[in-house]
C-alpha cells in the first residue's frame, strides 16, 4: 500500500516538473516571438497603431458611455418633476376632499 502511495507522488512529482518546465519553454518561446517581432521597425509601428487605435476607441466609448448617463438623468430629472406635480395636485384634491367630507359629518 505505501508503495503505491510513494509511486503516485512520484508520478504527481513529475508531472508538476513536466508542466513546469514545459510552460517555461513556452514562455520563452513566446518572449523570443515577441523580441523578434518587436525588432522590425514596420510591426513596432503597426503595435503602436493598434495601442493608439484601442485608446481612441476606449476614449469614444467613455464619451458615449457619459453622454448617455447625461442624457438619462435629464430624462429623469424632468420625469421627477411631472410625478411631483401630479402629486402635489393629487395632495390638493384629497385635501379639499378630507376637508368637504370632515365639513358633511
Known amino acids: ?17 513536466g508542466a513546469v518546465v514545459t510552460g517555461a519553454v513556452v514562455g520563452a518561446g513566446v518572449a523570443v516571438a515577441g523580441a523578434v517581432a518587436l525588432s522590425d521597425k514596420k510591426n513596432r509601428q503597426k503595435v503602436k497603431q493598434a495601442f493608439v487605435s484601442v485608446k481612441d476607441r476606449a476614449v469614444e466609448y467613455a464619451k458615449s458611455m457619459q453622454e448617455n448617463a447625461m442624457n438619462r438623468a435629464s430624462t429623469l430629472t424632468k420625469d421627477i418633476a411631472t410625478k411631483q406635480k401630479g402629486l402635489k395636485k393629487a395632495a390638493r384634491v384629497v385635501k379639499k376632499k378630507s376637508k368637504k367630507t370632515v365639513e358633511k359629518a
Open 1 to 17: 500500500m505505501n508503495m503505491q502511495k510513494n509511486e503516485m507522488k512520484d508520478t504527481n512529482r513529475a508531472q508538476v516538473v
